[in-house]
């Protein structure tokens, strides 16, 4: 049984969350858009992409920025899949190696 | 190309992606045990939410009973970046029809809404083509929700796997999603802006506030640029 409370409370949450996904669209889709809206549209997805990983760039461990730079590099080179497991592999030997 | 292939397609891209949400998904119904949450809680918790960052906040703070107030707050803050991420998908939803549209933004998150615009801007007609998204979100979405119930239920037999390197795959998905946006190091100077506020505000300010510091100060650069152009 979940607790009527709760279940509330994940109701507001996901009532939230599913606002701010349609918002935008709600806002916009059935407006002209002037040029410079239109480029600053553009730019959205990379600043935001950016921002959410920004606490990975927050750090001072040498294992963890070796891994980042490696990653960054495997990123430049190769499709997702080997991107995602090479830069797992790495980060767990670095980390390994490269302790505090 | 068929409805169905685009289905395929999309769901086969994501494959990557699936394998980079296991381990969160995992730790996610893992510390929700430990907060005292249900595993129906958990499982309906994700099910209806489907936006992993605003969820681990929410077991972070989770008390018994939990703080209805604060929890909406917290995830308004995190997923506030969605208004940013519709609004910029809007113009090549266009011609789609409105409700479609509704139901497909409920399954938006960060890396199908990234997939999707990438195949947009790929395709000839500069469309968002609806049946590789929700071949992408489905995966994605049954992925997270049915991993994270297995953390729950699982949760007291695994140990921290973000020392392992997991944590890492998040950056790397998001960095070859970054890559294929790639317009040259002009076009990404707002992003780099994005980036140095973000971390700035990430070391400074309590929260989840540095996603949107991040991405407002990288916009607001964009917009002070297009005025150049």
């Excluded at chain 1, 891994?67 to 080997?82: E, V």
């Excluded at chain 2, 700035?200 to 990288?218: D, F, N, R, T």
Aim: proline share 4%; glycine share 6%; charged share 10%.
């Amino acid at each position: 049984m979940i607790d009527y409370f709760v279940f509330f409370t994940i109701l507001a949450m996901a009532t939230v969350t599913y606002l701010t996904r349609i918002t935008g669209y709600l806002l916009l889709h059935n407006k002209v858009l002037n040029p410079r809206l239109g480029k600053v549209l553009e730019a959205i997805p990379g600043c935001v992409l950016i921002a959410v990983i920004a606490p990975a760039f927050a750090t001072t461990n040498i294992a963890n920025l070796l891994a980042l730079a490696i990653t960054l590099l495997l990123a430049s080179r190769f499709s997702l899949l080997p991107t995602v497991i090479i830069s797992i592999a790495v980060t767990a030997l670095l980390r390994h190696y490269i302790p505090y | 190309m068929s409805t169905h292939k685009e289905f395929i397609r999309g769901l086969v891209a994501a494959i990557p992606i699936m394998i980079s949400f296991i381990p969160f998904s995992l730790v996610l119904g893992a510390q929700a045990i430990q907060r005292g949450m249900a595993t129906g809680e958990i499982s309906l918790m994700v099910a209806m939410n489907f936006a992993g960052g605003s969820e681990f906040v929410a077991v972070n703070l989770w008390t018994s009973p939990p703080h209805l107030l604060l929890l909406a707050f917290m995830t308004l803050l995190v997923n506030s970046r969605h208004i940013l991420m519709g609004a910029a998908l809007t113009p090549y939803l266009q011609g789609l029809p409105k409700k479609k549209v509704l139901l497909a933004l409920f399954f938006m998150c960060d890396e199908s809404w990234a997939m999707s615009f990438a195949d947009a801007k790929k395709s000839t007609n500069q469309r968002f083509n609806y049946h590789y998204y929700i071949g992408a979100s489905l995966g994605l979405y049954l992925t997270w929700v049915i991993f994270t119930t297995i953390g729950a239920l699982v949760g007291p037999l695994i140990g921290d796997v973000t020392h392992y390197g997991f944590d890492m795959a998040f950056v790397a998905v998001f960095l070859v999603l970054l890559k294929g946006m790639w317009k040259g190091v002009v076009a990404a100077i707002p992003w780099l802006v994005s980036l140095i506020v973000a971390v700035v505000s990430y070391l400074i300010l309590p929260g989840a506030w540095y996603v949107l510091c991040g991405a407002i100060a990288g916009l607001i650069v964009a917009f002070i640029m297009a005025h150049y152009d």
